[in-house]
């Protein structure tokens, strides 16, 4: 069925390394995707989007890559912090459903080890 | 920097009981959301909701769900009669456009 999901359950990574999260995607339609951060016991946090037009998208030490080819996103941290520690959800809009409902993915959680 | 805020923090009630939970939406949005997320799993969609009115419900989102904008500053959520797989976290969202949405707090439901 179609569906969001991501590769990797949990990701280590060494403080001031670079992360990389990846997302697949099976609804080649898709045309908008979100990056969410959730620290434990907090609702998701607003990371960068991007649409189905545009193959990189950069904010503020972070950068997602869609390839449409292969119905992949990434999201990329460069200098990982330990405030980066958290569970990193994709989501897309579908354009089959109606303006603003998201399906999540299910999540990779990030630590940050010293 | 504007947020969500959403009331209670916690709630704990009996099975059979109503809840209602509470949001307040960032102010100049105009789109609303309602997720809920059972522990250790991912967020799903329950609602959407736009000019008054609902514009998608989830098949999560029964007859025993219902949404309401009383004011023009709070958005909740009822649940009539709270079942034991109702417990999870609930979380509003808004948006300015139908797109990027701002999620709340969440409120923690334990339906004993």
């Known amino acids: 069925g179609e569906s969001v999901g991501l590769h990797l359950p949990t990701l280590s990574v060494q403080e001031g390394d670079n992360s990389i999260i990846n997302c697949a995607y099976s609804?080649?339609?898709?045309?908008?995707f979100i990056w969410y951060k959730q620290e434990s016991g907090k609702g998701p946090q607003f990371i960068i989007d991007?649409?189905?037009?545009?193959d990189k998208r950069q904010g503020q030490r972070v950068t997602v890559l869609l390839n449409k080819t292969v119905k992949h996103l990434s999201l990329q941290i460069a200098a990982t912090q330990p405030g980066d520690s958290a569970v990193y959800f994709c989501?897309?809009?579908?354009?089959?459903?109606?303006?603003?409902?998201?399906?999540f993915g299910a999540g990779t959680q990030v630590v940050v080890t010293p | 920097e504007p947020e969500v805020t959403q009331t209670p923090s916690h709630q704990v009630t009996q099975m059979g009981q109503e809840v209602i939970l509470r949001c307040v939406p960032i102010?100049?949005?105009?789109?609303f959301y309602w997720y809920r997320q059972i522990l250790g799993q991912k967020v799903e969609f329950l609602v959407s909701f736009y000019n008054n009115e609902i514009s998608e419900k989830s098949e999560i989102f029964d007859d025993q769900f219902s949404v309401e904008r009383p004011d023009g500053s709070n958005f909740t959520l009822k649940i009539r009669s709270t079942k034991l797989e109702d417990s999870a976290m609930y979380f509003c969202?808004?948006?300015?456009?139908?797109?990027?949405?701002?999620f709340g707090p969440g409120t923690r439901l334990l339906v004993l």
């Open positions: 102010s100049n949005h105009l789109y």
């Open positions: 991007i649409r189905s037009n545009m």
């Open positions: 989501a897309e809009n579908r354009p089959t459903d109606s303006w603003g409902k998201l399906q």
């Open positions: 969202a808004s948006g300015g456009g139908p797109e990027t949405q701002y």
């Open positions: 609804n080649s339609a898709s045309d908008y």
